[in-house]
């Protein structure tokens, strides 16, 4: 069966980092597209950041110049680099993969930020 696992949440102060990594497993197709989404308490889940096979990237305007994407296609494993962190980016962070087959999503990892 496809997975993602997500990893990295934890509390950490105003100004802080995290690395959030999400593995993927079970998937037969390559993967088009890596994406994280997060959803805050009380708020829809919206996107963050995104990165298709060709390398490029896309940010959501709120985590410009703080957040990086990346993925590691020989290990199945996509990663978010969060700099700068402000306690507005409290919320439970998952990831996405799409392929030609369909979506997946993982389970979420908390990211609690305290001011």
């Known amino acids: 069966q496809v997975q993602l696992v997500e990893s990295g949440g934890g509390l950490v102060q105003a100004g802080g980092s995290l690395r959030l990594s999400c593995t993927t497993s079970?998937?037969?197709?390559?993967?088009?597209?890596m994406a994280w989404y997060r959803q805050g308490p009380g708020k829809q889940r919206e996107w963050v950041a995104s990165q298709p096979s060709d390398g490029s990237t896309r940010y959501a305007d709120s985590v410009k110049g703080r957040f990086t994407i990346s993925r590691d296609n020989a290990k199945n494993t996509a990663y978010l680099q969060m700099n700068s962190l402000k306690p507005e980016d409290t919320a439970v962070y998952y990831c996405?993969?799409?392929?030609?087959?369909?979506?997946?999503w993982g389970q979420g990892t908390q990211v609690t930020v305290s001011s």
């Open positions: 079970g998937i037969s197709r390559s993967i088009n597209v």
């Open positions: 996405n993969a799409a392929t030609t087959r369909g979506s997946w």
